[in-house]
């Protein structure tokens, strides 16, 4: 990947011949901002777009984003051009590639877990932006808001869009089962959601997230789109690939589009969290990573549902509905205690009475929302 700022290879060659100095190369060092906790660490470049760099799990130091690197030559006053691998994670609102693009952020830092980054013309587009980055307190994920203000001509369609690059960390080609993408789409009959694991391609989701498994790494990371920015148009995106002989993984997700005009304002929010030990995740609620098995090995059987949220959450209940293929439905209500980021919480619930068959598990968790798992999740024989 190659950006040129302003390269006149002829004119460097005869200035060279004249005995001027050889161009300097060197790496570009940004200034950096960390946001930090017992569970995260991240890294952000004010100016370099504002982008996310790195995202770090702290207790197993593993960084999960493939960072931006990038080179600069020095020509001379006139002639200086810059190359790297245009990573990190960054956003975009037209079809117009903003990845290799620079960009010095106005900050603020109204206290230890926030920064708002803030430019007129963002990136060179018609777009004022202002995003917020809230790291949780003592959680295990970051809350993204951003506000555009377009600026450009009328009846400009824009889709906004957000690139993460997952880093694979080992030479080609000992990873390729590295990630694990899951994302959940109808399916063939359009009665029942599945989650389906995919390597490469664009898809319309039924639901608002994307999650990746990190197996060797005993962990998940997940995109929680705003279900309101989401709606039932936005599409997630995954593409594996390698560079400079390392694996990384490509995902990103794409609102859908908005024609805007001058002075038009749109404004939509996302999180990304990480879940450690938590690899087999089948359905997220609010922020909380879930799946549920059934005990086979004592009579009556147990359903067990697990969670592992993202950030603290206070002690409620949990109403859980299993529905069976002719809508016969049977529902129990469970207190929930306090969840901890960093901890899995199991929750059961004595199947005695129910009768055999294939049934759909749904519910509600209180303060968080509604789930649903994808079909078929159990059966009782």
Known sequence: MKRTLILLPVFS???LAAGVQKPEVKSVEYKKITLKN????VELLPESMGRIDRITYVPGNYSILFPRHMVKTDHGTLLKNLRGNEFGSCDSFTHRDMRPRENKMSVEQPDERTVIFSAKNYGGEPVNLTRKIVMAENGTKISVTSRLEWTGKDNTSVAPRWDFFLNGGDPLPKRRNLFIPLVRLKDKDGKYDTLVRWQQRMVTPSDNFLAVA???EKLSFVLIVDPDSFGKEGKFY????GYNSRWYWWMAFILPPQKM???????YSFDAAVFPEFTDLKEICGD??????VTRSTKPWILGVVLAPSSA???GDIRLVLTSEDGKKFEKTVKLPAL?????RNVSWSLSGVPAGRYRVSGEISGKGEFSFPEPVIQIK
């Open 38 to 41: 017992q569970f995260l660490s």
């Open 313 to 315: 959450c206070e002690a």
């Open 288 to 293: 909380i990573a879930m799946r549920c098995y």
């Open 340 to 344: 901890i980021p960093g901890k899995q």
């Open 238 to 241: 995954t593409l594996s690939s």
């Open 261 to 267: 005009s001058k002075g038009d304002v749109r404004e």
């Open 13 to 15: 060659a005869l200035l």
């Open 214 to 216: 990190i197996p060797p």
